[in-house]
T-cell receptor, first 112, second 112 residues
Framework: QQQVKQSPQSLIVQKGGISIINCAYENTAFDYFPWYQQFPGKGPALLIAIRPDVSEKKEGRFTISFNKSAKQFSLHIMDSQPGDSATYFCAASKGSNYQLIWGAGTKLIIKP | NAGVTQNPKFQVLKTGQSMTLQCAQDMNHNSMYWYRQDPGMGLRLIYYSASEGTTDKGEVPNGYNVSRLNKREFSLRLESAAPSQTSVYFC???????????FGPGTRLTVL
């Protein structure tokens, strides 16, 4: 049972453009929604996270938009740079044990 | 401060062999996690430990055992390896009161 669905699988964006990755979840008990960034041969690293009491969170060029009624959240990368080329994962969890359920990942390529 | 370390980095096993994957963290974190990452599937939680001496099953625990002997170390054991256990294994840790999981560099395991 895939509780977190992520799209697209892959994405190519021109340098300076906006990259958008979407996730949808099923379990309304989820209360923590992080995005992780992973470079080849490395472990994932937290990029930005949101809780359902806010609809948007921005950190630098990265923004999470959260739609509780639609059970969807998305990552926007503004002014995308070649260094942003990586695989991005959304995830979700409930409660204080943070047992994350992960999306399948999006491979992002930023073309110079 | 090394963060989360994992050993070995690479391993090749034959079907039926056993091995233990080692994970250690030097951040004084309470919770530790073992995930596996397969192509196109994101990460899946194998086992979780909220504190020294406690462990809980995650999504895919079959074929694995874990030990949390002290606060720093959390090991994952494959008693009789199967080709379906070919994967990249990540260990992560988290401290109480925070929500960020810190990941190790991974162990790439191939079972022939």
């Amino acid at each position: 049972q895939q509780q977190v669905k992520q799209s697209p699988q892959s994405l190519i964006v021109q340098k300076g453009g906006i990259s958008i990755i979407n996730c949808a979840y099923e379990n309304t008990a989820f209360d923590y929604f992080p995005w992780y960034q992973q470079f080849p041969g490395k472990g994932p690293a937290l990029l930005i996270a949101i809780r359902p009491d806010v609809s948007e969170k921005k950190e630098g060029r990265f923004t999470i938009s959260f739609n509780k009624s639609a059970k969807q959240f998305s990552l926007h990368i503004m002014d995308s740079q070649p260094g942003d080329s990586a695989t991005y994962f959304c995830a979700a969890s409930k409660g204080s044990n943070y047992q994350l359920i992960w999306g399948a990942g999006t491979k992002l390529i930023i073309k110079p | 401060n090394a963060g989360v370390t994992q050993n070995p980095k690479f391993q090749v096993l034959k079907t039926g062999q056993s091995m233990t994957l080692q994970c250690a963290q030097d951040m004084n974190h309470n919770s530790m996690y073992w995930y596996r990452q397969d192509p196109g599937m994101g990460l899946r939680l194998i086992y979780y430990s909220a504190s020294e001496g406690t462990t809980d099953k995650g999504e895919v625990p079959n074929g694995y055992n874990v030990s949390r002997l002290n606060k720093r170390e959390f090991s994952l054991r494959l008693e009789s390896a199967a080709p379906s256990q070919t994967s990249v294994y990540f260990c992560a840790s988290l401290t109480s009161g925070e929500d960020t999981q810190y990941f190790g560099p991974g162990t790439r395991l191939t079972v022939l």
